[in-house]
């Protein structure tokens, strides 16, 4: 092969391979392009949907902590005995049994909110057993006599939640 077949056959290749080369970029913008609409578009017809299920999630959370907090919950579940231990395992059991209800919500809030709201709920159950423990109670009327007054002097631990999940709400306009 001589040099001037060579020459003529780089001249043709070249511009060949630049002309591939840019047609190729081209295609990869422009796939790329249309992959961003199509997730812009897929984003902004859910994005309705999804601050809808946040809303109601946490609703639900905080009708939860409303019926969790014990000035409602006492008022609420009378004693089935007069027995205190278990009057306390049965509003313990009534606590357990409305987290479990809503245990799929966390799905929908944040990390540090979920965080919250189980702290409240082990806190007011907390506070259930530590004023069975007192033994000046002896029954179950009595339990729940002496946990509403202690509420008038501190809050429960359900507000400071309800307080969190208002600023996260806010937060969402």
Known sequence: MDTTRIIELVSYTLPT???AFVAYN???LYTKNENEKRKYLLQKDTKPDALSLRLQAYERMTLFLERINPSQLLVRITPISENKIDY???VIAQIEQEFEHN???QIYISDECWSIIMTAKNATIQTILLATQNEKISDANQ???NMLKDLFDKPSPSNAALLFIKNEVSQLW
């Open 103 to 105: 245990l799929t919500q």
């Open 17 to 19: 391979l630049i002309m």
């Open 88 to 90: 306390q395992n049965f």
């Open 143 to 145: 339990l729940r006599e």
């Open 26 to 28: 081209f295609f990869e």
